[in-house]
């Protein structure tokens, strides 16, 4: 496995750089749409000339389209990016995006979940609090220079998770056994109170081994 450089595709340099920032400012306000979608009571004429409108945007965009969103690559800043990720890319209107930080023990969070993510009444679908804590928990495990693909995940949803007010999440690294890495978790409030908790094993890909230390100094 590889991970391209920034500049090295397309464009490149500070015009590249530029033209992604503009694409993240277009996906958070798909997001705002999403969650106006989901929340809007307006009128049945109006939802269908707001539903017109949108069909022309998305033929705008589809005017000049790539194979598969935007692929893993080290940033300018030397950094590791996915902005095409579902759960943490800029570019990519479906997710957070999540923005994880490195800490002395492994990685924290502090997602704030959307209307858009309901599942039960009024708060977080199960599903999406599992993949948020899966990506979590993957950068946990890059981060110790053990990239690897999930191999299971168990969760254990303590309490109703709610949107619209930031929560934390944490992960670290528990244990390690040749390509294995388990991974612990949880989503929880400010105070304290844990909402999901979750255990994770990753393995390394035999081919993912030489990129694994690479992109631990770069998450
Ligand atoms: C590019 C830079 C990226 C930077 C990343 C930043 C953060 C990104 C965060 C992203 C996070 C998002 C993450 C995502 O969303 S990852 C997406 C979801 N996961 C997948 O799609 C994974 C699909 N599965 C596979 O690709 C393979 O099966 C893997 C790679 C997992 C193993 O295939 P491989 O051919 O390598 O394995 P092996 O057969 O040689 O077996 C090796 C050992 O492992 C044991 N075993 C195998 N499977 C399981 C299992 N299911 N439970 C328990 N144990 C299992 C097996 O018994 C053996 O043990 P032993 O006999 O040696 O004791």
Same mark, same amino acid.
């Given at each position: 496995m590889t991970v391209e450089t920034a $500049?090295?595709? &397309?464009? +490149?340099g500070s015009d590249r750089e530029s033209r992604l920032a503009a694409l993240g400012v277009l996906a958070e306000q798909v997001r705002e749409l999403m969650d106006a979608v989901v929340l809007t009571d307006v009128a049945e004429d109006e939802i269908a000339r707001v539903t017109e409108e949108v069909a022309v945007l998305t033929e705008r965009l589809r005017a000049a389209r790539r194979d598969t969103p935007l692929q893993p690559e080290i940033a300018p800043d030397g950094s590791f990016r996915? #902005? +095409? /990720? $579902?759960? $943490? +890319?800029?570019? /990519?209107?479906? $997710? #957070?995006?999540l923005k994880a930080e490195v800490t002395p023990d492994g990685v924290r969070a502090e997602p704030t979940f959307r209307p858009?993510? &309901? +599942?039960?009444p009024n708060s977080v679908h199960g599903g999406v609090t599992a993949m948020i804590l899966d990506h979590l928990f993957g950068t946990a495990a890059a981060a110790a220079g053990r990239l690897g693909m999930t191999a299971s995940l168990t969760v254990r949803y303590r309490r109703p998770t709610p949107y619209g007010r930031p929560l934390v999440a944490d992960a670290a690294v528990t244990r390690t056994e040749g390509r294995k890495t388990w991974v612990d978790g949880r989503i929880a409030t400010p105070?304290?109170?844990? #909402?999901v908790e979750a255990t994770g094993l990753f393995i390394t890909p035999t081919a993912w081994l030489p990129a694994s230390e690479e992109v631990a100094d770069r998450v």
């Open positions: $500049a090295t595709e &397309e464009t +490149g996915h #902005l +095409g /990720n $579902a759960v $943490a +890319g800029d570019c /990519n209107p479906y $997710a #957070l995006p858009m993510h &309901e +599942g039960p105070d304290g109170t844990v #909402l």
